[in-house]
């Protein structure tokens, strides 16, 4: 069975959720220092740019 739209808006809620969290975090690593942080924050921002 698919996702229902319900379930696929609640989501995308929770991904740009975690990415406030993370640009939150990564705005006090500018050195980049931590990749692993900086790797998720992109690849959730594609994931959303796909998605919307």
Known sequence: MGKSKKDLGKQLQNIKKR??????KAKYDPLRKNPALHDEL?????KVEEAG
Request: glycine share 0%; no cysteine; hydrophobic share 45%.
């Open 19 to 24: 990415i406030q969290e993370l640009e939150a």
């Open 42 to 46: 992109a690849k959730l921002k594609k």
